[in-house]
C-alpha cells in the first residue's frame, strides 16, 4: 500500500510516498526561511507553499526508475499549525485525493513525528520526548492515546533557541546555529533554570539569555549556557517521568532532536535507568512529508478516512486528543 504523505503545518512544504510504514519511497521537501531576524510571517510562509507546491509534488510521485508512482491513499498535515500554510497542504490534498479517487486521511504533526521516529528505530512503546518549533512534551501512549506527561508551561525548546537566535542575528535555524557557536563556548553564565514536577518553562530563561547578550557577555558563552540550562532542566523533567512511568525505550523526536549535545544527555538518562535510547536521524528530524505518511498510513489501516467535505484543518490541536490506536507496535 502506497501513502502520499503532504506536510504544511509551518515553515515546509513536503510530500512523501512511503510503502506502509516501512519504507520510505520519495521524501521531497521545501522550507520557507524569513529574512535574519525575523520570525515565520504565516502569509508569506503560505504563499511560499502555495508557489513551490506544483514541483514538489510532481517530484514526490516520480518513482525512482522514472515511472509515476499510484498512491493508494493521500494523507495531509491536518494541524497543529498556522491556519494559512495548514489550507494549502490541505486544499492539495483535497484535490488530488478526488481527482485519484483514494482515501483521505487527516494526520496529526505531532503524533507523525512520533510515527516515523518509532518505526524507523522500531521502538515498541516509549517514553516519548517530542522536541520542535510546535512542541515540547513528554508523552507515554496509555488507552488509545499519547498522554502528556510533562510538556513546558510556556514557550518550547525549539521556541526558545530561535528567538533568541532571532535576537543575536544568526541564520535559520536558530538551533543549528547556537549548536555550532555553543561549541566554542566554555563559560557557564548564571541563567535561570525553571522545572516544576514534570514541566519546564522556558521564558525566563530567554529573557536572562538576551540580558546577558546585551551585556555584551561572548556570544558563544551565551549559547553555550543557554543550551546547557534548557537541555539540563528537560533532562531533569524527562529522568523523573522515566522514573515514574518505568517505560523500558526512550524515544527523541522533532526538530530540536537534531542536536548532538541534547541527543547525549538524553541518552546518558535512559541508559542510567536501564532503558533502550533511539532518536530521530537527522535527515528526519525537522518537518518532513515523510512523517505524515507513515502516519497516513498507520491511521488508513485503522480506516481513519474523512470524506472531502470533513476534512477540516485544526489549527491548534492537542497531543492527546488524537486517537492512537496502532500504539504500543508490535
Ligand atoms: P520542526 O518544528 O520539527 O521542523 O523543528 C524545527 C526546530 O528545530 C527549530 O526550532 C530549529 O531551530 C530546531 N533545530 C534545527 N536544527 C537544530 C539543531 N541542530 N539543534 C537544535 N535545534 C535545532
Ligand atoms: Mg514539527
Redesign the pocket.
Known amino acids: 500500500m502506497l501513502c502520499l504523505g503532504i506536510e504544511s503545518t509551518?515553515?515546509?512544504f513536503g510530500a512523501s510516498v512511503v510503502e506502509d510504514d516501512e519504507r520510505i519511497i520519495t521524501n521531497v521537501n521545501s522550507t520557507y526561511r524569513p529574512p535574519a531576524g525575523m520570525g515565520i510571517h504565516p502569509r508569506k510562509a503560505s504563499e511560499h507553499h502555495a508557489g513551490i507546491a506544483d514541483s514538489i509534488m510532481e517530484k514526490a510521485i516520480l518513482s525512482p526508475d522514472g515511472g509515476q508512482l499510484d498512491p493508494d491513499v493521500i494523507a495531509y498535515s491536518a494541524g497543529p499549525g498556522l491556519g494559512p500554510c495548514l489550507r494549502i497542504g490541505a486544499t492539495v490534498a483535497r484535490a488530488i485525493s478526488s481527482f485519484l479517487k483514494k482515501p483521505l486521511v487527516p494526520v496529526h504533526h505531532g503524533v507523525a513525528?512520533l510515527d516515523i521516529a518509532m518505526s524507523l528505530g522500531q521502538v515498541h512503546d516509549p517514553l516519548a520526548v517530542l522536541?520542535?518549533?510546535?512542541h515540547t512534551s513528554i508523552l507515554v501512549h496509555m488507552g488509545k492515546r499519547w498522554r502528556v506527561y510533562g510538556e513546558t508551561q510556556d514557550i518550547?525548546?525549539?521556541?526558545i533557541?530561535?528567538m533568541f537566535?532571532r535576537e543575536a542575528k544568526l541564520p535559520?535555524?536558530?538551533?543549528?546555529s547556537?549548536?555550532n557557536l555553543a561549541k566554542k563556548g566554555s563559560r557557564l553564565l548564571r541563567l535561570p533554570y525553571t522545572v516544576k514536577g514534570n514541566d519546564v518553562a522556558y521564558s525566563g530563561l530567554l529573557t536572562a539569555a538576551i540580558s546577558q547578550l546585551n551585556h555584551r557577555a561572548a556570544v558563544e558563552d551565551v549559547c553555550f549556557s543557554l543550551q546547557e540550562i534548557a537541555f539540563s532542566m528537560l533532562s531533569e523533567a524527562v529522568e523523573r517521568s522515566l522514573v515514574q512511568t518505568r517505560r523500558k525505550e526512550v524515544l527523541l523526536a522533532?526538530?530540536?532532536a537534531?542536536?548532538?549535545h541534547?541527543k547525549e544527555m538524553i541518552r546518558s538518562v535512559a541508559e542510567d535507568h536501564g532503558a533502550s535510547f533511539y532518536s530521530i536521524p537527522l535527515q528526519y528530524?525537522?518537518?518532513c512529508g515523510a512523517q505524515i505518511a507513515f502516519s497516513g498510513s498507520l491511521a488508513f489501516a485503522h480506516d481513519m478516512k474523512v470524506s472531502n467535505e470533513n476534512s477540516h484543518v485544526i489549527p491548534r490541536w492537542r497531543m492527546d486528543e488524537v486517537d492512537v490506536p496502532w500504539i504500543p507496535r508490535d
Request: aromatic share 0%; no cysteine.
Open positions: 509551518a515553515h515546509t513525528h522536541v520542535s518549533g510546535g518550547t525548546l525549539g521556541n533557541l530561535d537566535a535559520a535555524p536558530g538551533g543549528l547556537i549548536e522533532g526538530g530540536v537534531a542536536n548532538t541534547l528530524s525537522g518537518d
